[in-house]
C-alpha cells in the first residue's frame, strides 16, 4: 500500500513569508505607514491575510474596511508572491528521499489556488506532487479534515497511510481529525502565543532533515500494524 505524506505550503514546505511581507510593507506604504521589520511579520504568515492585517494595520474581520483592506493586499500579493519563493532548507532532499522510498507526497494548503498553483509552478514541483489541494477546493478548510479527505481521493490512498506536515495548530487539528498521524514543523511561522507542543501531534520537528528519521519510525508503526 502506498504511503502519501501531505504537507502545509506556507511556512512548512516553502518559506514564503518574505513575499508576503512585501506584500504588506507595499501596502502600509500606500498608506502612509513605515515597512515592518520582516522578522515581525514572519510569525503571522501563516495566518493568511487576516493575520498579516493585524499586525499590519491592527485590524480584524470585525472591523469596517476590513474586507476593503483584504482585497487591496491580496491584489498587491498576486504582484509579488512568485518574487522569491524558496523550498525550507533541506527540504528538497527530504522530496527526494520520499520519493526514493516509493512514497508520494502531496499539499494540501489554506491557501487559494489563484496564489497556490503559480507557487508550486514557481518552485518547480507541479511534476513531482501526487495531489494539491487549496483552501477554496474543498467545502471547508483546515482545521476540518475535508481538504484532507479530498487529498485521499485523488490519490487513492486511505487516511491511516497518509502522514499530515504543518506548522500551524489548525493543520494538526485537521490531520487529526482526518485520522491521519501529524506532525508538527517548529521551523515555521510560529508566534509567541503558540504553544505547538500542546497541539496533539505524533511528532515535532525542529528542522525539515528532522522529518526522515519521523517517517521511518512511521513506516515501522505502520508495519507493526499490518498496514504496509
Not at 533541506?90 to 487559494?112: C, F, H, Q, S, Y
Not at 509552478?121 to 513531482?128: P, S
Not at 481538504?147 to 504543518?166: H, L, N
Amino acid at each position: 500500500m502506498h504511503h502519501l505524506v501531505l504537507f502545509d505550503l506556507d511556512g512548512t514546505l516553502a518559506d514564503t513569508a518574505p513575499d508576503l511581507g512585501l506584500a504588506l510593507n507595499i501596502q502600509r506604504q500606500r498608506h502612509g505607514l513605515q515597512p515592518l521589520d520582516q522578522a515581525l511579520i514572519r510569525p503571522y504568515a501563516s495566518h493568511g491575510s487576516k493575520g498579516l492585517l493585524g499586525i499590519g494595520f491592527g485590524l480584524t474581520p470585525a472591523d469596517e474596511g476590513f474586507n476593503t483592506m483584504r482585497d487591496e493586499y491580496l491584489a498587491l500579493y498576486d504582484e509579488v508572491f512568485a518574487t522569491a519563493p524558496t523550498l525550507f532548507d533541506g527540504m528538497d532532499e527530504v522530496l527526494t528521499k520520499i520519493e526514493a522510498l516509493g512514497m508520494r507526497w502531496g499539499i494540501v494548503t489554506n491557501k487559494p489556488r489563484r496564489f497556490s498553483q503559480p507557487l508550486v509552478a514557481a518552485l518547480k514541483l507541479e511534476q513531482r506532487l501526487a495531489c494539491l489541494v487549496c483552501a477554496d477546493d474543498a467545502p471547508r478548510p483546515k482545521p476540518y479534515p475535508d481538504p484532507m479527505f479530498m487529498a485521499c481521493e485523488q490519490t487513492s490512498t486511505k487516511p491511516e497511510v497518509c502522514i499530515y506536515v504543518g506548522d500551524a495548530e489548525r493543520d494538526i487539528q485537521a490531520g487529526i481529525a482526518a485520522g491521519m498521524p501529524t506532525v508538527v514543523a517548529l521551523y515555521g511561522y510560529l508566534d509567541a502565543a503558540d504553544t505547538p507542543l500542546a497541539w496533539g501531534a505524533d511528532y515535532a520537528i525542529k528542522s525539515p532533515l528532522e522529518l526522515l528519521p519521523a517517517l521511518s519510525d512511521w513506516q515501522t508503526a505502520l508495519a507493526e500494524h499490518s498496514l504496509m
